[in-house]
Every structure is written in structure tokens, then in C-alpha cells.
């Protein structure tokens, strides 16, 4: 059974870096898309960075230039590093691996494709002002 494992998370105030990582049991990630989306309270959960199978990352225009996304396909591994984080950033972080595509895009990435990701169980990070 596939299992993605997200220990970190927690609390930070404004300005400050987080760093989230993500261990993907039981499947081979290298030739799919990977990505972290978040979810706030009571709203849909939102793709933030997403990275092919080849490592070109993408999306998140709120978070470009302060969230990277990384990946070690040997080590089935996915991490997000978080940096001038602000108090709209609070939400539950959920990382993914799509079961079906290499390529991140638009349709990869789209709600109605959420089934077709196998998903973390989610880690809260909390900004505070």
C-alpha cells in the first residue's frame, strides 16, 4: 500500500522558514509528478508547487520566489522550503504523487484530476504576525 509519510510542519512567526519533507513509501516517484498543495480551513485544497519527473517545477504565483520544491527520485523523497512565510500562508499542507503523469500542468493539477493522486495525510503549518 502506498504511503506518503509528512513529518514538520508547525508554527513560525511572519517572515520566518519552514521546511516541509515527504517520504513516499511502497512506490517508484521518479517518473511521476510530484507536488504540495494546501488547504485552509473551510476552501478547496490549491496546488502551491509542483515539480515533473525531470525536475522542472511550476505554479503557485502567491508563493513564487519564497517556495522552492525539490525532489530525490532515488530517494523517493519531496521536500518544500518555505521561506518569508506571512500569516495567509497558514494552512494544512498536503504532499502528492500523481499516479498517472510525468508532465505537471494545468490538467494534472486541475480538482476533478484529485483522484487520481495518492496524497499525504497532511501537516498544519501555522504563521503567526
Known amino acids: 500500500q502506498v504511503q506518503l509519510v509528512e513529518p514538520g510542519g508547525g508554527s513560525v512567526q511572519a517572515g520566518g522558514s519552514l521546511k516541509l519533507s515527504c517520504a513516499v513509501l511502497?512506490?517508484?516517484?521518479?517518473?511521476?509528478?510530484m507536488g504540495w498543495f494546501r488547504q485552509f480551513s473551510k476552501n478547496e485544497r490549491e496546488a502551491v508547487r509542483a515539480?515533473?519527473?525531470?525536475?522542472?517545477?511550476k505554479y503557485g504565483e502567491s508563493v513564487k520566489g519564497r517556495y522552492t520544491i525539490s525532489r530525490d527520485s532515488d530517494k523517493n523523497t519531496l521536500t518544500l522550503q518555505m521561506n518569508n512565510l506571512k500569516p495567509e500562508d497558514t494552512a494544512m499542507y498536503y504532499c502528492?504523487?500523481?499516479?498517472?503523469?510525468?508532465?505537471?500542468?494545468?490538467?494534472?493539477?486541475?480538482?476533478?484530476?484529485?483522484?487520481?493522486?495518492?496524497w499525504g495525510q497532511g501537516t498544519q503549518v501555522t504563521v503567526s504576525s
Open positions: 511502497q512506490h517508484n516517484t521518479r517518473d511521476y509528478c
Open positions: 515539480i515533473d519527473s525531470w525536475g522542472s517545477s
Open positions: 502528492a504523487v500523481n499516479r498517472r503523469y510525468s508532465n505537471c500542468n494545468s490538467y494534472t493539477l486541475a480538482r476533478y484530476e484529485y483522484e487520481n493522486w495518492y
